[in-house]
């Protein structure tokens, strides 16, 4: 009888590890609208704003150079300026408000458990199994 119960609870033991285990292997897999917090960032209208205004700006300054320019080279060159100085604001100001959402993103990730978490709509397979987050980093950025 003694022999039984030892068994029993080795078996038991034995089945508590195997459901420990493939729970850490399985923690689960969860996603975000990636887009969707971006436009719903508390730092996005001003990024908006601040691009418009360097549009503006920019189309203003071709008009008023382009004109005098005599070469097509010589107004590839301009536009090639302002796009360049266009591109590096919108990396100055897009950067912060990506990295943001990454560190929340990663946040909700550890908080709770997950293996992973991906951006919604490059799931291939097992999209069922994975659970939205967007709403819970969507907190964190407001």
């Known amino acids: 009888m003694k022999l039984k119960k030892q068994l029993a609870a080795m078996a038991l033991v034995g089945m508590m590890s195997v459901v420990t285990a493939a729970s850490t292997f399985a923690a689960g897999v969860g996603?975000?609208?990636?887009?969707?917090?971006?436009?719903?960032?508390?730092?996005?209208?001003?990024?908006?704003?601040?691009?418009?205004?360097?549009?503006?700006?920019?189309?203003?300054?071709?008009k008023q150079k382009a004109a005098s320019l005599?070469?097509?080279?010589?107004?590839?060159?301009?536009?090639?300026?302002?796009?360049?100085?266009?591109?590096?604001?919108?990396?100055?100001?897009?950067?912060?408000?990506?990295?943001?959402?990454?560190?929340?993103?990663?946040?909700?990730?550890?908080?709770?458990?997950l293996d992973c978490i991906v951006v919604q709509g490059q799931?291939?397979?097992?999209?069922d199994n994975a659970i939205d987050e967007t709403s819970e980093v969507g907190k964190l950025i407001q």
């Open 31 to 62: 996603y975000v609208n990636f887009a969707y917090l971006v436009q719903h960032h508390r730092d996005f209208p001003k990024y908006q704003a601040q691009m418009q205004g360097a549009i503006k700006t920019a189309n203003d300054e071709w």
């Open 70 to 113: 005599k070469t097509d080279q010589d107004r590839q060159a301009l536009e090639n300026q302002l796009a360049q100085r266009l591109n590096q604001l919108e990396t100055s100001l897009y950067g912060p408000i990506q990295k943001d959402i990454v560190d929340k993103t990663e946040q909700v990730r550890k908080d709770k458990n």
């Open 123 to 127: 799931i291939i397979a097992g999209e």
